[in-house]
C-alpha cells in the first residue's frame, strides 16, 4: 500500500492511498469465500451457494464493506506510520471510490491534526501583579453589608428618604408621547440602586433620595426590555413614573459579641479576623488568576502557531449559542437579536482564539512536565462540587457522565496543575494593591 500525507493548510493534512489491483483482488475473493461458507439460499445447502448467485444477491454490499474496510486499515496506517494526531475524524466519502479487482483502489482525503509547535520559555516568566493588602475600610465596609443583610425595615413617619431606605411604590412606562406601554408593575428599591427593572439609571439613586410617601417621581429614560405590554418600544426613549407608596427605614443590628456570633465568631475581634481572612482569600485568587493570565499571554506571544478552521468555527458556534439564550432569557426582541450576535462575535472570537490556543499550550506543557491528575483529585473534586448542591459525589459523577463532561474536568484539573507550576516558576513583582474583593462574597468566607 502507498500512503502520502501532505500539509495543505493550518492544521490540515491531506492523505492519499493507492492500494494495488493484486491486493484488492485477494481482499474481495477471501470476502466471497468468508460469505459462501456461511450463506444459505433456498435449495442450497449451506456452503453450496454459487458464486454467481452470491455476487447477484449481496455482491454490491459485500464490495462496499470491503472498500471500507480497505480505506480505513489504510488511514489507520497513515495516522501511525506519519504519526498524525487527529482532531475528530476522517471525511470519508465512499460513495464516490469505485472499487475494481483489476485496477488499483485510489483515495484521498483531508483531516485537521493538532498544531505543531515549540513552547517558548516558560520557567522564569517576569510579571508584574498587585501585592495583596487588605485595608480596615475593606474590613468595616464588609461588616456593613453583613449588618445590612440584617437589618429590620419599619416605616417612615418623619422626614423624607435616606440613604439606605427601602422605597415601595409601583411603576409605570410610557412612551415618548406619554402613551402608557406597561401595566403598573410593583417594586422595592434600595435608595442606593441605579437599577430600574433590566436598564442602568445612574441618576435613579440621587432622585430615590428626599423623597416621601405620596411622591412620583418621574424619569426619563430608554425603556426596559422587560415589563411592557407593547415590546416594540423596548429600548426606545420614554419615562417612568414611579408613585412612592411607603418609605421603609433600616434598623442595623448593633456590631457586638451577639451579632459576631451569628456568624460563630468568639467576638467583635474574631469575626474581623476572619473577614480580613476571608477578604484576603478571595483577592489571592483574583490575583493568582491575574497571574496565570499573564504568564500565558506572554507565552503565547513567543508561540506563535495556527488553529484548524473546524474548531474555531465549532467553539464560535457554541459560544454564540449561549449568548442567544441569555439574550432571548432577558427578553430582548428576536429582531434585534442578529445584530447584537455579530456585534458579540468579533470579540468572541479574539477571546475564544487565546483561550483555545492556551488550551494546546497548557495541554503540551503538561506531557512534557509529566503532570497528570488521578482517580482520588477527581473524586475529591466531585465531592467538593456536591457539597456546593447538596448532592453526593456519586450523583455529581453520575451527571457528568451522562453529559459526557468528565474529560473536561480532567482537563481542567491537569491544566490548574500545569498553570501552579508556571506560577511557581515565574518571578513575580508586586506593584499597588490589588482591587478589593466583592464584600458580599468575602462577608461569606466569615
Known sequence: MDIQVEDVGPCTKRVKLSIPADEVSKRLEKSFEEISRGVQFKGFRKGRVPRHMIEKRVGSHIRDDLKEELIREGLKEAVDKHELKLIGDFHLHLEEVKLDPK?????????????????????????????????????????????????????RTKGASETGDLIEGVVTFSNSVGEAVSDPIRLSLETTSEVLL?????????????????????????????GLNQEEF???????????????????????DDFAAEFEASDMDDLRVRIRQGVLREKTRH???????????????????????SMVKQELGEALLRYKTRLEQAGVESEKIPAALEAYKTQAREQLIRDVRGFFVLNQLADKEEVFVTESEV????????????????????????????????????????????????????????????????????
Open 103 to 155: 485496477a488499483a483502489l485510489e483515495f484521498e482525503t483531508e483531516v485537521e491534526v493538532r498544531p505543531e509547535f515549540e513552547v517558548g520559555e516558560y520557567k522564569g516568566v517576569s510579571v508584574t501583579v498587585p501585592t495583596l493588602e487588605v485595608t480596615d475600610d475593606e474590613v468595616e465596609g464588609v461588616l456593613d453589608d453583613m449588618r445590612r443583610q440584617r437589618a429590620e425595615y419599619s416605616e
Open 234 to 256: 423596548a429600548g426606545q426613549p420614554g419615562r417612568a413614573s414611579i408613585a412612592i407608596e411607603k418609605v421603609q427605614t433600616p434598623s442595623l443590628p448593633e456590631l457586638d
Open 287 to 309: 490575583r493568582n488568576d491575574l497571574v496565570d493570565q499573564r504568564i500565558l499571554d506572554q507565552i503565547l506571544a513567543q508561540t506563535p502557531f495556527e488553529l484548524p478552521d
Open 198 to 226: 433590566d436598564r442602568q439609571v445612574p441618576e435613579l439613586k440621587e432622585k430615590l433620595v428626599g423623597r416621601q410617601a405620596g411622591d412620583t417621581l418621574e424619569l426619563e429614560l430608554d425603556l426596559p426590555d422587560q
Open 379 to 446: 473524586e475529591e473534586t466531585l465531592a467538593q462540587i456536591g457539597q456546593g448542591y447538596g448532592k453526593s459525589a456519586d450523583e455529581v459523577k453520575a451527571w457528568y457522565q451522562q453529559n459526557d463532561q468528565l474529560h473536561v474536568l480532567r482537563n481542567q484539573l491537569k491544566h490548574n496543575k500545569v498553570k501552579k507550576l508556571l506560577r511557581d516558576n515565574a518571578e513575580i513583582t508586586e506593584e499597588g494593591p490589588v482591587a478589593g474583593a466583592s464584600t458580599s462574597d468575602s462577608g461569606g468566607d466569615a
